[in-house]
């Protein structure tokens, strides 16, 4: 025989009964914290994960005992409280305990109209989740005796048996029906994929009910002191009279307002203690439950419950403005504020907005669901923006509404536009999680998927590959591509910043070609550049004509005259980098790419080189044919042209070092950090080392001036390594490009990866994209092979990482790990890579 479902496995809510997170769940916890707070929460009895796990595996439940803590004749409601928030869990069943004799017991005390809409809507949960019934037969759309027995009769008719009349099934049925859901797979999966360990536990909490439907001044909604999108203190949220549980918000223009509004009654005016009293509440859970509560509220003739309260789901700017604003106001540490702030999710802030002094030609208008602006081809289904994300061209997923099947599109997606659904449908809710720019509920928009085509209210019609602009802080869609402004970051988001720079202990560089990144870079509080890919200065308009001249020459004496002209060039870009990085380190890579990617690859393009050039067309073919290589990843590029072609990275050094006096005479001495890419033996870091020095001998004599300047060498293959310590010998630092290193570590050319990487990451072959993130077991060990023997020869020699993967949080644990200096990204991922890595050392 099974052993009834342990006593001890289900507990009564109150200050100090012994419930936690880990075995009943947040909401059981976070009602136990709302109890202590001395809030009028209704009575509420917790079970266990233990032993929900036991009811769902068919042991019997122990109904009469829970519903004993309850009184006589209760009415109650289940709700589920797995560990985490995010984990979601089984729908909330309300008015348990609803029949026949409590029917007629309500009409007679609350009123026949509510004792009905309490009994119908018990019926149609208890059919839809408990017996999971078609829903539809269910769905009156009266509340009245005809309705209600219309329910009672498709109930019998479809389970051929009265519907349950015993509180005690009914609520050990809901029960079992809670647990059972929990092990489904899709409940299953769809957790997992937010994080949840395979064995996760659910707890459930049953709770008496407050009635927001009767006599007097009843009904429920719920409360928030904060606006969810700007994080900005604000009393927000929503109220229905005669209503329960969550209705205020699914029927959004049936609410009453909150507060005073000129449109109609508020509960402010209605019931001002009441309103009072919730703002009490909300000061109280800021304060002593340190975290923005959203409190779900019933009114019961005049009587306030506190129901639940959540976390406030909240945009990322928002969320960095509340926990900045937590710390600002002592009620948690700084350290706690930069730990509150997922760093991936900082790229939100980090979007582009719609430039308000253009001209916008708007074609729909709907809801700010998800902030920040993007703009792409129009596409109409996931597949179509995922065939558009794979060639590389950004697109915006237009839909009527969106449904689970859709998250890999919204993923692939720059934007969403839907034409139905509120603030909390799913597009919404998945838009804000992905940082994804969102409009929704644009509803004079009609989307027809089928023949890809989207009419506006004002009749234009759009089709597939035409493209929009996505406005989700302002809810509009606009025609074409608007004009964009850059993220402005306000000031909670560079206080974080700041508390998360005082304590992180490896540094964060950019990756910055042209002034106008280091301009970024420096806006985002880099520390300096640590890869500036100078090549990128020669594709300039004006310039791509001499650097062809350049590599066209036939005598050394023509060679040193193209040089001549783009020494100025290449002087001035650096001096503009030095003066905008005003002291920070910055570390020139010199030139690294093969030489034909600087010649034209069409007749056309070719036939104007020999115009400019003054040579005949075959002979600007054949030195195109002659300098075309089978493999120029693994050619003629890097420290190989330096070596061969050593006038080019002699232009560059005195290039930089003509900068750094110029720019040192104005103010603080400029120190360049010059770094030698492609590196595979020592001996071709001693070549361009005597090269390099010799410039700058010539250099100070010429110029009477002294200055000082660091060189290292970049780690991008693999022998480079192998060999860092001799290597080491010459070097001031070592850098690792672990794009290169990637590629030459799996014999995996960057460029036509693609073709096969989705096949292998699906099949398993590698866990991710090692392009994407680092591989820390193979290229991994390269890198720590290489820091270790470096650092043996060299002690004090300054590590870094500056490529792609130099802004992923697994990147910089790793080469934190490993003792680096620091690392180096985009500009854009400059905060993400700050607060990460003060992650780290919290
Ligand atoms: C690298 O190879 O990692 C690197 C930073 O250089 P590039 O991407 O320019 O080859
Ligand atoms: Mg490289």
Not at 28 to 57: D, G, H, N, Y
Not at 229 to 250: C, F, I, K, N
Not at 262 to 283: H, K, N, T, W, Y
Not at 523 to 544: K, Q, S, V
Request: net charge negative; aromatic share 6%.
């Amino acid at each position: 025989m099974q052993k009834p479902m342990d006593f001890r496995d289900f507990v009564e809510i109150s200050p100090t009964a012994r419930i936690t997170r880990d075995t009943h769940g947040w909401r059981a916890k976070c009602l136990q914290r709302l109890v202590r707070l001395e809030m009028p929460v209704p009575k509420t009895v917790a079970l266990s994960f233990q032993a929900v796990r036991a009811i769902a595996a068919g042991q019997p439940v122990e109904a009469a005992a829970i519903l004993a803590c309850f009184g006589p004749a209760p009415l109650v409601s289940v709700r589920p409280s797995a560990q985490e928030t995010e984990w979601g869990g089984p729908s909330t069943v309300l008015n348990i305990g609803m029949n026949a004799q409590r029917h007629a017991e309500l009409a007679t005390t609350h009123g026949q109209e509510a004792a009905t809409t309490l009994y119908l809507r018990f019926v149609q949960a208890y059919a839809i989740h408990v017996a999971r019934l078609d829903p539809d037969p269910f769905m009156v759309g009266t509340v009245d005796e005809a309705a209600l027995d219309a329910v009672l009769a498709a109930y019998e008719a479809e389970m051929e048996e009265p519907f349950p009349q015993d509180p005690l099934r009914q609520l050990a049925e809901v029960l079992r029906s809670m647990a059972r859901a929990w092990e489904g797979t899709t409940a299953r999966l769809l957790r997992q994929a937010k994080g949840a360990p395979a064995e996760a536990g659910l707890g459930l909490v049953v709770q008496g009910m407050a009635l927001g439907i009767g006599r007097g001044v009843s009904g429920a909604g719920v409360i928030q002191f904060i606006d969810p999108v700007t994080g900005q203190p604000q009393v927000t949220g929503r109220y229905l009279g005669q209503s329960q549980g969550r209705d205020a918000l699914a029927d959004p223009d049936a609410a009453l307002y909150l507060t005073r509004d000129p449109r109609g009654p508020s509960l402010e005016e209605v019931a001002p203690e009441i309103f009072a009293d919730l703002i009490r509440f909300g000061q109280a859970s800021r304060t002593r439950l340190r975290e923005e509560m959203q409190i779900e509220f019933t009114v019961e003739a005049g009587q306030l419950f506190v129901i639940d309260a959540v976390k406030v789901a909240r945009s990322s700017r928002a969320g960095v403005r509340i926990a900045v604003a937590l710390a600002e106001d002592g009620i948690i540490a700084p350290e706690e504020a930069v730990l509150r702030v997922e760093p991936r999710a900082l790229s939100e802030l980090l979007h582009p907005q719609v430039d308000a002094r253009a001209p916008r030609d708007r074609i729909a208008r709907g809801i700010a669901a998800s902030p920040g602006a993007a703009q792409g081809k129009l596409v109409f289904s996931s597949a179509a923006a995922q065939a558009s994300a794979a060639r590389g061209e950004p697109c915006i997923l237009v839909r009527r509404e969106t449904a689970p099947e859709d998250v890999r599109g919204m993923h692939a997606a720059a934007g969403v536009l839907t034409e139905r659904g509120g603030i909390t449908s799913h597009a919404a809710v998945i838009a804000r999680g992905l940082g994804l720019p969102c409009v929704v509920g644009a509803s004079g928009i009609l989307v027809n998927p089928r023949d890809r085509v989207l009419r506006t209210p004002d009749g234009r019609r759009f089709g597939e590959g035409d493209v929009i602009t996505i406005d989700g802080t302002r809810g509009e869609a606009l025609a074409g591509a608007a004009e964009m402004l850059k993220p402005a970051l306000d000031q909670a988001f560079r206080t974080l910043l700041g508390w998360a720079d005082a304590v992180r202990d490896i540094g964060v560089r950019a990756n910055a070609d042209t002034p106008a990144d280091a301009a970024t870079a420096r806006g985002f509080d880099a520390e300096g550049i640590g890869l500036c890919r100078t090549e990128h200065m020669f594709f300039e308009e004006g310039r791509l004509t001499v650097m062809r001249e350049m590599i066209f020459a036939d005598t050394r004496e023509d060679r040193a005259a193209a040089l001549d002209r783009l020494l100025p060039m290449q002087r001035d870009d650096f001096v503009r980098l030095f003066e905008i990085m005003a002291g920070l380190p910055v570390c020139i890579r010199l030139f690294d790419p093969p030489l034909h990617e600087f010649l034209p690859h069409d007749r056309d393009g070719m036939l104007e080189l020999a115009e400019a050039l003054d040579k005949p067309l075959s002979e600007v073919i054949r030195r195109v044919e002659a300098l075309r290589e089978t493999n120029p990843m693994l050619g003629m590029r890097g420290v190989r042209l330096g070596v061969t072609i050593p006038e080019i990275y002699e232009m560059q050094a005195r290039a930089i070092f003509e900068a750094a006096i110029e720019v040192g005479r104005r103010g603080a001495a400029v120190v360049p950090e010059i770094m030698i890419p492609l590196v595979s033996a020592k001996r071709e870091v001693e070549l361009v080392k005597t090269r390099v020095d010799a410039v700058a001998a010539a250099v100070r004599t010429h110029q009477g001036a002294a200055f000082d300047y660091r060189l290292g060498v970049m780690v991008e293959t693999p022998r480079a390594a192998l060999r860092a310590g001799e290597i080491a010998q010459h070097c001031h630092f070592l850098s690792f490009g672990t794009n290169d290193l990637t590629q030459m570590t799996y014999g995996l050319s960057r460029d036509d990866a693609g073709r096969f990487m989705n096949a292998y990451v699906q099949l398993g072959v590698f866990p991710e994209d090692p392009f994407h993130i680092l591989d820390a077991e193979g290229v991994g060990e390269l890198l720590l092979i290489g820091a270790e023997r470096g650092r043996a020869a060299v002690p004090n020699l300054l590590l870094s990482l500056c490529g792609e993967h130099g802004g992923n949080p697994e990147s910089i644990a790793f080469c934190r790990q490993a003792g680096f200096d620091y690392v180096s990204c985009s500009p854009f991922r400059v905060p993400v890579a700050r607060l990460a890595a003060a992650h780290l050392a919290l």
